[in-house]
């Protein structure tokens, strides 16, 4: 199993930044694949970046392209997702998510609240 803690929440003015934590532990291989999801009340959940094998891959959602990054550590233990120049709609609970690959999620964290303020 993958126990996933995400950390690095909180509210910010629009414009702000925020940098958000996800510790992982458990079988390394399955979480080759580490994900950031949002959700935000009524709204569907969305994938907001990914990264596989430490870069091999990354992918952003369109509408955070050129304000978020995602990383991670040498170790794999740690994936983090920098969020620059955020805007009202960021606002949502955060969720780290961890699989075997791209796309195939089966570990979630429990969440992490975001609220960006206009």
């Known amino acids: 199993q993958v126990q996933l803690v995400e950390s690095g929440g909180g509210s910010v003015q629009a414009g702000g930044s925020l940098r958000l934590s996800c510790a992982a532990s458990?079988?390394?291989?399955?979480?080759?694949?580490m994900a950031w999801f949002r959700q935000a009340p009524g709204n569907e959940r969305e994938e907001v970046a990914a990264?596989?094998?430490?870069?091999?891959?990354?992918y952003y959602a369109d509408s955070v392209k050129g304000r978020f990054t995602i990383s991670q550590d040498n170790a794999k233990s740690t994936v983090y997702l920098q969020m620059n120049s955020l805007k009202p709609e960021d606002t949502a609970m955060y969720y780290c998510?961890?699989?075997?690959?791209?796309?195939?999620?089966?570990?979630w964290g429990q969440g992490t609240q975001v609220t960006v303020s206009s």
């Open positions: 458990g079988y390394t291989y399955k979480r080759n694949a």
């Open positions: 998510a961890a699989g075997e690959r791209l796309e195939s999620y089966n570990n």
């Open positions: 990264i596989y094998h430490g870069g091999v891959t990354i």
